[in-house]
Each structure stands twice: as C-alpha cells, then as structure tokens.
C-alpha cells in the first residue's frame, strides 16, 4: 500500500467529499485516486481504461473510496456525461484534479524525420488544454450550484515553464505553458467574483511512470506517490491559503 509522509488530519474537512480525478488509470493519476481515497475521500476516477481504476481498490485502507467512470477526456461529450453522473451518483464535483495527459514524440514539422501524425497533434492539444479547460468549467458549475468553495489541481509539467532542448517534445510544452497561463487566468476570474474556491498548478520534473519510461533509464525520478503527496499538501492548506503554483522535482535533476 502506498504511504505517505502528510499528516492525514488536516485532511479532515475532506472526509467524505468527491473528487474527480482523471486520467485515473496509470501513473500520477493513479497513485493521487488512492492518496485521496485513502485520506476519506469518495474519489471517481476518470480514464479510458477503466478497469484499471478498479484494479487500484486493492490499495485502499477503507477510509474512503474509489470508483471508475468510463471518459475520453479529448471528448467533449463524454466529459459533460461523466460530471452529469458525478452530480446524479453523488451529489457533485468538491475537488477536481486535471491529470490526464499525453506525450507524443516526435517533431510537428515534416522538417525532420519523426514526424507526428495529425491525429497525435489533435490528442496531445485536446488531453493537455482543451480537456482542462472543460472539466475545469463542468467542476465550477458544481461547485456554484451548490455554493462550495473547493479546489481544482492542475498537474502541468516543468514543460509548462521552459522548453526541453529536444525538438521531440513539440506541442507538449506549449499546451502545458498554456495550461500554466489558465491556472493564473482562473484565479484572476475567481477572485472578481470573491470567490473562495482554490486552484493550484503543480509542475513535476521527471516521474517515474508509462510516459517517461525512456528517460527514466537516464535521468533522476520523482515517485507518482510523491506527486501524489503533493496534491494532498495543497489541498490540505487552510481555508484562507491558496498554493497558486507548486514546481517538484527529482532531487540533482538538471533541465532537460
Ligand atoms: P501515464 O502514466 O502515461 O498516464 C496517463 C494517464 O492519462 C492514463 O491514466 C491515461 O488513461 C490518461 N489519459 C490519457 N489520455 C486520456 C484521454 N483522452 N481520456 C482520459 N484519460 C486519458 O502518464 P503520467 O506520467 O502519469 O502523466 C500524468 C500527468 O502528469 C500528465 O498530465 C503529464 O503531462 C504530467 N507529467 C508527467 C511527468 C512524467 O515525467 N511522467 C512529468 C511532469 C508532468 P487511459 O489511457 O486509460 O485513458
């Protein structure tokens, strides 16, 4: 079972409520669904491959709970379709983590000689950016009907604040950078309208998970479940804290 080195106390004003968390399956997404759960949280995770999300239940201590929803996140209708059954199933969306994600490698060009293919361009801005932005406006809806302050996470990337040297990382720094420039756009919106709901961007240098596994051959790793400590750290503050941006890293890692 995965541990975890937060005082779970201060979690206790969570006990009980829903997060949605997506890209649930693999990886961080997986590793932050049993953080939740297991700090009382009725957590629903998001993912194509939902039977993995069941799979994850073995890792639960009992406090809370774990359940999949089947949702491509790229698709507009299936995001609406998973937070209309979040509300019918158990009442709303309290905290919501954007995690889903994709790396395609290769250059957006035809100039070099791996190039994408359309179709990878089109997953890479509707994962990273568009899903954000529309689970993140489905989640504020929620919290609105309902008049509670809650908290959405975004997992960007260190590529959401520098460009990797590689020309392989294409459109993947530029949908995390714009996911950074949401992050700050929102809190701007929320705090004209007086709003205590909180949003944090959490930045992850290299993670030893599917999509890295290359690089984790070379360079240092953080632990899915450190970033998932991270996640509960920022949701864990007190009411009248918000962390905006929280960058972790590998210790001694370089940029890449
Ligand atoms: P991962 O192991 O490849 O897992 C990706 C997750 O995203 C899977 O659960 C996958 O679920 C989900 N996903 C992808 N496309 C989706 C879609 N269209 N609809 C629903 N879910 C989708 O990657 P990871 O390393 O955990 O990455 C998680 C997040 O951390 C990403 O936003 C990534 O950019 C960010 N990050 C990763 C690193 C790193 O070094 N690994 C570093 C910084 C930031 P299904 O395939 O089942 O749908």
New binding site residues.
């Given amino acids: 079972m995965q541990t975890t080195y937060i005082n779970l106390q201060i979690m206790d004003r969570w006990t009980g409520k829903t997060a949605v968390v ?9 590793a932050i669904c049993v953080a939740l759960a297991n700090a009382g949280m009725t957590v629903v995770g ?4 939902a039977p ?1 999300v069941d799979n994850l239940k073995s890792q639960l201590n009992g406090k809370g709970s774990l359940h999949s929803k089947q ?4 698709k507009l209708e299936d995001i609406t379709a998973a937070f209309q059954w979040v509300e019918d199933t158990f009442g709303g969306t309290d905290v919501l983590v954007n ?5 395609h490698q290769g250059q957006f060009t035809d100039l070099g000689d791996k190039m994408m293919s359309d179709e990878e361009i089109i ?1 890479t801005i ?3 950016l568009k ?1 954000v932005v529309f689970c993140t406006r489905r989640a504020l809806a929620s919290m609105k009907k309902r008049n509670f302050d809650g908290h959405i996470v975004n ?5 959401g604040h520098y460009i990797p040297f590689s020309s392989l990382f294409n459109l993947y720094p530029s949908t ?1 950078h714009a996911s950074c420039a949401f992050t700050a756009s929102l809190l701007n919106e929320l705090a004209d309208f007086k709003n205590k709901i909180k949003v944090t961007s959490i ?5 030893d ?4 596994e290359e ?1 984790a051959k070379y360079f240092p ?1 953080l632990r ?1 479940s450190d970033v998932a400590d991270a996640v509960l750290y920022v949701v864990s503050t007190p009411p009248n804290v918000n962390i905006n941006e929280l960058s972790i890293s590998p210790v001694s890692e370089k940029r890449l």
Avoid at 46 to 49: I, N, P, S, T
Avoid at 155 to 159: D, F, G, H, K, L
Avoid at 209 to 212: F, K, S
């Fill in positions: 997506t890209g649930a399956s693999a990886g961080i997404g997986a998001l993912a194509r491959r993995l949702c491509d996140v790229s995690n889903a994600g994709v790396f997953s509707d994962t990273n899903a997992i960007n990337s260190i590529a995390k930045a992850p240098g290299l993670v998970t599917a999509m890295a690089a790793t899915a």
